[in-house]
């Protein structure tokens, strides 16, 4: 097997996303002066950062055919609880690592509620959202106290070498991680094979579970080192800090182009996605337009980043409609026609019926 | 149905339990029931402060629900509802504050179905999973909602506060709403081809279009029915609050979910009572009431919250494996029998 990493993605739909951030980029420039400086540019890496973080382990889930609802208040219970034990007085290295593995004990229980009792990904992780969020109110009693670590705040907010944002270089690091864990690793496999079809998993003899159990965990893992940065971002933890976070964690994922049935994406476009939302956030910023024009255009972005994902590039949307037929030329130049073994695997993907009957 | 029987008697599932192995929506209701009698016990006393109380706090989310439950029938999921509460509700309220008072009501149910159908027309035509769909139109309604009315405001007619906030004799209006809007949620579900379609589609989409089923305007109607009850619950949060309020609906998009997965409605389409999900709002409203006059602190509430709704997942369940695969799709069959 010395093939190469085999991430399941056309090299054109990872491009794709990270075309669109340049062009992004392209029109800040153009929109506003100023807007390719190194100082914008890393402020924008930084917010980028936090959100692309938080989301790799929405990635992974999204790609095992699963979901992550717990997200917001894993953040949430995970910042309260550093500051809080800062304000106790214990040492920041033991906080950090404390707190760290409560998230991924959260993702672990999620793991085995979903892959264990069969519960429903969406419900568990729905209550448990409910459950931390009640756990975070007792602990805080509706008023967080303590502050963010040194050593969180630097990494957070601070530079390396005066240019590049030290929360940057993590995310870099993590890309770089993730990357290789999900193309060169049994487990990296596994999360692709069981997001493309469970049952096959099951019976091909792999881990199924397992890769569902550390997946979820990882997942929570992932939530909580986001919870750490944000308080070192703010430097106090305050109820609600999480809930942002739930839309974009899944939003980015979906505008990097990774289907939410499982099997397919990467985490580099989420990275990507990431970069996308930030720039044309950035942007609309930059010309004044107000929060509601913010929510309605990305809303919009969504809207497009999945219409061209799902439909126009990866061909999962091929008994589309009359936008689709009409975008068929694009489709044939950019997809491969099916070979005969995906046709097979995939019988829908020739003979399922239209909707267009009566 | 005699294999169905065969099969129980087989189990010795002993026969009280037989309607709970059949009903999902029965354990929402002996959930209600729970949580009422632990109220009255603590409380001491029942009146009309109480259940105004909580009828009022129930009334929004089961709309809300209500709607929710349609779209999940049909394998679907609408994460809009809180947006297209919040919608409905800015906008009722800033059309009454100009002095329309019933005009924006009309309006406000119109923005609801509006919104729905946006989301029905994008789910079917783009080919957009409900999911992501529904999440970016969520964006979109909120910042709609928040150019109608940016802040906190606007006004509502005294007669929507008095239908929905006021008492006939000892009776809240709003017990009167719910009780409403169960029989027509029934009846749309079981009596009505729309209600058969979107079950047929939530069991098998193929299987619903090869019998000839137009799957695609039922699952417009779907999301346009969603849109409605979600914007007859912002009305009715207009009522309740007399203004408009830009951050409502909120807390209503995963309460809602909670309230249809309490309710017996599976995730997986196919399977699910409108009044499974109304007594799952009713039940998840009790929750609060409950902790209060329970001397506990209402922060546990979340935690209960929580609690309910994976455990009410493992019941049902368990009640699908005791109701054995085939009863599991059996209430349709059977409504449609009777009818």
Redesign the interface.
């Known amino acids: 097997m010395a093939r190469g990493p085999r991430t399941y993605t056309r090299p054109v739909e990872v491009a794709v996303p990270y075309v669109l951030v340049v062009v992004a980029l392209i029109a800040g420039a153009i929109a506003a002066p100023g807007f390719l400086s190194s100082n914008h540019l890393s402020s924008m890496g930084q917010t980028a950062a936090y959100v692309g973080i938080i989301a790799i382990g929405q990635t992974l889930v999204l790609l095992l055919g699963g979901?992550d609802?717990s997200v917001p208040y894993t953040i949430n219970l995970a910042a309260v609880l550093l500051a809080g034990f800062e304000a106790d007085g214990m040492s920041s290295t033991r906080n950090v690592v404390t707190v760290l593995a409560i998230g991924l004990g959260i993702g672990l229980v999620n793991g085995l509620?979903v892959a264990l009792?069969?519960?429903?990904p969406?419900?568990?992780t729905?209550?448990?959202?409910?459950?931390?969020?009640?756990?975070s109110?007792?602990y805080t009693?509706?008023s967080p106290v303590g502050q963010a670590p040194m050593g969180v705040t630097t990494v957070s907010t601070g530079w390396w070498n005066g240019h590049i944002p030290w929360v940057d270089v993590l995310w870099i690091a993590l890309t770089v991680a993730i990357t290789l864990v999900l193309g060169f690793t049994t487990f990296g496999r596994a999360i692709y094979a069981v997001g493309s079809n469970r049952r096959a998993s099951e019976l091909g003899g792999m881990p199924v579970r397992r890769t569902m159990i550390v997946a979820y965990a990882l997942s929570g893992l992932a939530a909580a080192l986001g919870g750490l940065l944000l308080v070192g971002y703010s430097g106090q933890a305050y109820l609600g800090m999480g809930d942002e976070f739930l839309?974009p964690a899944?939003?980015v994922v979906?505008i990097g182009g990774t289907s939410?049935?499982g099997g397919k994406g990467s985490y580099l476009q989420t990275v990507a996605g990431a970069l996308l939302i930030t720039v044309i956030e950035s942007i609309l910023v930059t010309v004044n337009v107000?929060?509601?024009?913010?929510?309605?255009?990305?809303?919009?972005i969504?809207?497009a980043m999945?219409?061209v994902g799902?439909?126009a590039i990866s061909g999962t949307?091929l008994?589309?409609?009359?936008?689709?037929a009409r975008l068929g030329p694009l489709r044939g130049w950019l997809q491969p026609v099916p070979s005969r073994e995906e046709v097979a695997a995939a019988p829908d993907l020739a003979e399922?019926?239209g909707?267009?009957?009566? | 149905m005699s294999a169905h029987r065969d099969s129980w008697q087989k189990r010795r599932l002993p026969r009280w339990a037989v309607p709970f192995a059949w009903q999902r929506a029965y354990t929402a209701a002996a959930l209600v029931v729970a949580l009422f009698m632990v109220y009255l016990i603590k409380n001491g006393s029942f009146g009309t402060i109480e259940a105004l109380g909580i009828t009022n706090a129930a009334l929004p989310l089961a709309l809300a629900a209500a709607g929710e439950t349609f779209v999940i029938l049909t394998n679907g999921i609408d994460l809009s509802i809180g947006s297209v509460i919040t919608l409905s509700n800015v906008s009722c309220a800033v059309m009454a504050a100009h002095g329309h008072g019933s005009l924006a009501v009309v309006a406000a149910l119109a923005i609801g179905a509006g919104a729905g159908l946006a989301n029905g027309l994008i789910v079917s035509y783009l080919r957009i999973a409900p999911l992501i769909a529904t999440l970016a139109t969520s964006s979109i309604y909120v910042g709609i909602a928040l150019i109608v009315l940016p802040t906190p405001g606007g006004s509502v007619p005294v007669w929507l506060s008095s239908w929905t906030s006021s008492e006939i004799g000892a009776f809240p209006v709003a017990a009167i709403w719910l009780a409403v809007a169960l029989v027509v949620g029934w009846l749309l579900l079981r009596r009505t081809p729309f209600g058969v379609n979107l079950q047929a589609l939530g069991g098998s989409e193929s299987a619903a279009w090869s019998a000839g089923i137009n799957v695609t305007r039922t699952r417009i109607g779907v999301y346009v029915a969603s849109g409605l009850c979600s914007g007859l619950a912002g009305v009715v949060l207009a009522g309740l609050t007399q203004s408009g309020d830009p951050t409502i609906g909120a807390v209503y998009l995963l309460d809602g979910i909670a309230a249809v997965v309490v309710g017996g409605t599976s995730l997986a389409g196919g399977v699910g009572t409108i009044a499974g999900s109304i007594l799952g709002a009713i039940a998840l409203s009790l929750v609060s009431s409950v902790l209060l006059v329970s001397g506990l602190s209402t922060n546990y509430q979340y935690i209960v919250t929580g609690l309910i709704v994976i455990g009410a997942l493992l019941v049902h369940s368990l009640q699908g494996k005791l109701g054995l695969r085939s009863a599991r799709r059996e209430p349709v069959a059977a409504e449609g029998a009777a009818g």
């Open positions: 979901i609802l509620g009792l069969d519960i429903n969406l419900v568990m729905l209550g448990m959202n409910s459950i931390l969020q009640g756990v109110l007792i009693h509706g839309l899944i939003a979906v939410i049935f107000d929060e509601a024009g913010q929510d309605i255009m990305y809303g919009a969504i809207l999945a219409y799902q439909v949307g008994r589309a409609g009359a936008l689709g399922r019926p909707d267009s009957s009566s």
